[in-house]
């Protein structure tokens, strides 16, 4: 998601705002510029401080009175997550003990990471047998001591997860792709920096008595705070992402006091507005449902998948790449809704489809083919997770349809060290095709077809002039030439002086 609003900002705000401002004028850049950098606030900053002020107001109904000393509201396990350190604590636990104690604390971390598997190039690595037996105890006794240790600051707790995490990568080279089951292909929806949070923020919780007394009714609970908070921000975010670009309109509308889209140049001229027939605005507004429904259709696409309810769930402080694309779809059909003419439809549709497109899979492939290339140069690199089942001997497109789908970067943790650098190459190459694709290319392209549109639309408005009197002038020469009219009467003088 950090690589997403990073890319948004350099790849398409920025560009398009020195582009419209050089190429149209200051009213399309300003415009330009709100739409730009509120669409990045809002579909990817915003809706997790939404979920946590929600998450505020609803922790204490939700929870009840039996957990009215638990604080969920700053949790961000997700309800797959709940499930698993619940149970695992249960398998944890000491019953004939009143009171959680460290070593069931311990055992919990222990059983968390036996069984854990990660994706490493195209073979899954067991985190026990990869740690080994020291090595897990050392991060078992580590992260017990985060749950009972009440000194460690805020600075002084992350640091020592993120110690953790480089500790178990650097034994594994795996921490994106996680799965307890990998028979079945089933992966959580974590990666180690989530699970090493969230199992840490549990454990906790499970220090209280009352939750461990009753571990099933705070499992329910909390899962159902999830979804509440998730469900309740989304239903905030989304309708806030559609007015964003009536409230834009408004405010160009409003300083320059003209109506349009200031997509031309004549915009502060008045020149560019016309008032639409009723056919002309029902045929308008089927071409702005078959572009909203096309923008669905590529957002479906994207996602590979069916829309389910953990995909809408929270878990940090940045939305799910899953919710940024909820969030934009609903951004980008409001553009599409919003636009006052043909031109404006056009272009929105063209652009928001393609940064649609280049932020969540085409700059992602740029990257993919990138390392693909480079570990093909040199074997001994590993710069992608498979989980494809594809061999070279499958088909082409069974081996594309693998690469598209089951083919993902490594993080840069995962990586060798020496390897890095590379791994900044793909990162670069991803970057560098969303810059020229969405932030020069596609405005470029969008304007140049305006601007034809607009002159071909001057030129056949001239020509209709031109007929226009050429047509006048021959029914004044007929007229002329007609004895009837060119009677001195009252009747045909008003005539002749009519059409003179």
Same mark, same amino acid.
């Given at each position: 998601m950090v690589g997403v609003a990073f890319t948004d900002?350099?790849?398409?705000?920025?560009?398009?705002?020195?582009?419209?401002?050089?190429?149209? $004028?200051?009213?399309?850049? *300003?415009?330009?510029?709100?739409?730009?950098?509120?669409?990045? &606030?809002?579909?990817?900053l915003?809706?997790?401080?939404?979920?946590?002020?929600?998450?505020?107001?609803?922790?204490?109904?939700?929870?009840?009175?039996?957990?009215?000393? +638990?604080d969920?509201?700053?949790?961000?396990?997700?309800?797959?997550?709940? !499930?698993?350190?619940?149970?695992?604590?249960?398998?944890?636990?000491? *019953?004939?003990?009143?009171?959680?104690?460290r070593d069931e604390i311990k055992t919990y971390f222990t059983k968390l990471?036996? $069984?854990?598997?990660?994706?490493?190039? /195209?073979k899954w690595v067991e985190f026990s047998s990869s740690l080994g037996k020291e090595k897990l105890?050392?991060?078992? !006794?580590?992260?017990?001591? #985060?749950?009972? /240790?009440?000194?460690?600051?805020?600075?002084?707790?992350?640091?020592?997860?993120?110690?953790?995490?480089?500790? &178990?990568?650097?034994?594994?080279?795996?921490?994106?792709i996680l799965s307890y089951d990998v028979a079945s292909g089933k992966t959580i929806s974590s990666n180690l920096s989530e699970l090493l949070r969230d199992s840490v923020d549990?454990?906790?919780?499970?220090?209280?008595g009352t939750v461990r007394r009753n571990l099933d009714a705070f499992k329910k609970q909390t899962t159902k705070l999830v979804n509440v908070k998730s469900i309740a921000g989304l239903a905030i975010i989304i309708p806030l992402a559609m007015s964003v670009q009536l409230i834009n309109r408004a405010i160009t509308r409003h300083m320059y006091k003209q109506k349009g889209a200031p997509i031309y140049k /004549?915009?502060?001229?008045?020149?560019?507005?016309?008032?639409?027939?009723?056919?002309?605005?029902?045929?308008?507004?089927?071409?702005?449902?078959?572009?909203?429904? @096309?923008?669905?259709?590529?957002? *479906? *696409?994207?996602?590979?998948?069916k829309p389910n309810l953990s995909m809408f769930q929270f878990k940090g402080m940045f939305p799910t790449v899953d919710q940024c694309r909820w969030i934009a779809t609903a951004t980008f059909a409001s553009r599409m809704f919003a636009s006052e003419d043909p031109n404006e439809l056009r272009e929105s549709t063209v652009r928001d489809m393609a940064s649609f497109a280049g932020l969540y899979f085409l700059g992602d492939y740029a990257g993919k083919a990138t390392a693909s290339l480079i570990e093909k140069i040199r074997p001994d690199v590993k710069l992608t997770n498979r989980l494809g089942e594809s061999t070279k001997d499958s088909s082409i497109l069974k081996r594309a349809g693998d690469w598209i789908k089951n083919t993902t970067l490594k993080s840069? /943790?995962?990586?060798?060290?020496?390897?890095?650098?590379?791994? @900044? +190459?793909?990162?670069?190459?991803?970057?560098?095709?969303?810059? &020229?694709?969405?932030?020069?290319? #596609?405005?470029?392209?969008?304007?140049?077809?305006? !601007?034809?549109?607009?002159?071909?639309?001057?030129?056949?408005?001239?020509?209709?002039?031109?007929a226009a009197n050429a047509a006048n002038a021959q029914l004044v020469i007929n007229l002329k030439n007609d004895k009837a009219f060119s009677s001195t009467g009252l009747f045909g003088k008003i005539v002749k002086n009519r059409f003179e």
């Open positions: 900002s350099v790849a398409t705000d920025v560009p398009r705002t020195i582009f419209d401002l050089l190429k149209t $004028g200051v009213p399309a850049a *300003l415009e330009t510029a709100r739409r730009e950098f509120s669409g990045l &606030i809002v579909n990817c915003l809706p997790s401080f939404i979920v946590l002020g929600v998450a505020k107001g609803v922790n204490r109904p939700i929870l009840g009175e039996k957990f009215k000393n +638990i969920m509201s700053s949790s961000w396990s997700n309800g797959e997550s709940i !499930e698993k350190y619940v149970n695992t604590f249960k398998e944890s636990m000491d *019953l004939s003990s009143a009171k959680t104690t990471f036996t $069984g854990l598997n990660g994706r490493d190039g /195209d105890n050392n991060i078992s !006794e580590t992260l017990t001591n #985060l749950v009972f /240790d009440k000194s460690l600051n805020k600075n002084s707790f992350k640091n020592t997860l993120s110690e953790v995490s480089t500790l &178990i990568t650097d034994s594994t080279r795996a921490g994106e549990m454990a906790r919780k499970f220090k209280d /004549d915009f502060e001229k008045g020149e560019t507005y016309h008032e639409m027939t009723p056919a002309q605005n029902a045929k308008f507004f089927s071409q702005k449902l078959l572009a909203a429904g @096309s923008m669905l259709s590529l957002a *479906l *696409l994207s996602m590979m998948k840069f /943790d995962e990586v060798l060290p020496k390897h890095k650098n590379l791994r @900044s +190459i793909c990162e670069l190459a991803s970057i560098g095709f969303s810059v &020229i694709f969405l932030g020069v290319l #596609l405005p470029a392209y969008n304007r140049k077809v305006t !601007e034809k549109k607009v002159a071909l639309a001057k030129e056949k408005e001239m020509n209709e002039k031109q």
